[in-house]
Each structure stands twice: as C-alpha cells, then as structure tokens.
C-alpha cells in the first residue's frame, strides 16, 4: 500500500515540488498503526514526511536539472536562510503538542489557497521569465520563516516557495523545479531533528527511528522511483495557467483530507 502511494508522492513531488510532505502526512496521521503513541501521531507523521522528501527531492532535481529548469543562482542565494530556519524549526518543534501541529498545519494550508485564489497573479499566464528577488534582507527573514515553518509542519516548503516564486514573476515550471532542491535544507535538517528528538521517547516501536516510520519510508520510497520521472514529464507538457490552477486545487484536496482525518 505505502508503494503504491508512493508513486503517487513520486509524481506530486516532481510535477508540484511537494516532496510529498502535504500528501505524506495527511495519510500518515491516518494510517499510523496503534503502536505509535498518540500524543506523537503528528510528529511521527511528520518526520517520515521529511525523510521522505530528501530522497524525493534529490530525485526531483535530478530530473528536472536534466531539462534545465532549475535556476541555480537563485537557489545559491536562499538555500542558506532556508536551512538556518530548518534547524529552528527542527528543534523546537518536540515541545509543541501534535494537536497543534495538525491544527496549524490545516490554518496554513488554508490562508496559502485562499490568499492566492483572491490574486490573479498567481493563476495569469507568464510567457517570459521576469522573477526578481527583494532586498537581501527581506528575503533573509521571508526565507527563514519559511524554512522554520515548512519543518515545524512537515511540508517541504512548497506551499509557500512557488507561490511566492510565482507571485514575483516566475514561471511555474521553474518555481516547481526551484522548490524541489530549496526543499533539501528542510528535509535533511528536519528529517535528522525529529530523528534525534524521537530517539530520547521511550515509548515509540521497534518499527521506528525517532519520530521516523521505517515501512512509510521504504514504501513511499520505491514508490516515487517511478512517480517522479512521469510527473516532471506531465509539468513539462501544461500551460503555465492551467499548472497554476491544478496546483490550488490539489491544496484544496489536501485540506479536506486532513480535515476529514
């Protein structure tokens, strides 16, 4: 079942820049067996998510990279900021209680898709690049922000990188294939803090390391092996428009799905 998934995270990974964090922890905090304790259901769910998303965002890039759509200047001037956020996040985010997480999880999902349903220009058509970064430092504190939030939740960042990547001009097609590589800080950070900090709880399974779920990760894994190059393949063939409009409506889907869960 979790490989079956996983190529579904595969093809989302790589055609939206999830890395599967939005997809991977709604259905984690579903499926998670009884054995894990439930007061770390949501820290559980979201540490798989976040290791998860190292192996699929390498794999991401990689395909994307082949096709030139990754823009490495920009990537070389936030990966930085990103990964101080990511270990903020990391390490504070065993003190706050999964409840909390699951509820500020959902509250963020919510304000991204209805903050760029109400701007047209998330959903216009840009024919040429025209992207420009702000002043270092209001990029520095935006991008921490968003390092610090997308590890506390899982997320791999995406939810907030494309949109605002898209809002300052550029192509979806590059925001995707930026957000996957800005994704490893988060991921390789965030995936070793909750391993650490799940590793000082007594209580979790043999089937776990830390706040990690071996079976998700293996399955989710082999999965998006064969997820990822269809779903880089589909991104190259929409319409920048019709890219932006399935992205709101896949956030849509997920806020339901967690919600429900």
Partial sequence: ??????????VLSSMFGFGGGIVVVPILFAFLPDSIPSEYLMHTAIGTSLAVMIINSFNSTYNHAKKGNVTWSVFKQLAGYIAIGSLIGGVLAVYIESDFLRHA???????????????????????????????????SFIWIGIGFLSTLLGIGGSTM?????????????????????????????????????????????????????????????????????????????????LFSKIYLVLLFIVVIMMIIS
Avoid: C
């Fill in 105 to 139: 999880f959902i509250g963020l999902l919510i304000y991204v898709l209805i903050s760029n349903m109400l701007k047209k220009s998330f959903t216009r058509e840009i024919e040429e690049q025209a992207f420009r970064l702000p002043k270092q430092r209001s990029a």
């Fill in 161 to 241: 990188t494309i949109p605002y990547l898209r809002n300052r001009g550029m192509r979806m097609i590059h925001a995707v294939a930026l957000a996957t590589p800005l994704g490893l800080p988060i991921a390789i950070v965030g995936a070793f803090a909750y391993l650490v900090t799940g590793l000082k709880i007594d209580a979790m399974p043999s089937s776990t390391i830390g706040f990690i779920y071996i079976p998700a990760l293996i399955g989710f894994t082999l999965g998006g092996f064969i997820g990822v190059p269809i779903g880089r393949s589909w991104a190259q063939k929409l319409s920048d428009k």
């Fill in 1 to 10: 079942m979790f490989s079956l998934i996983g190529i579904l995270i595969g």
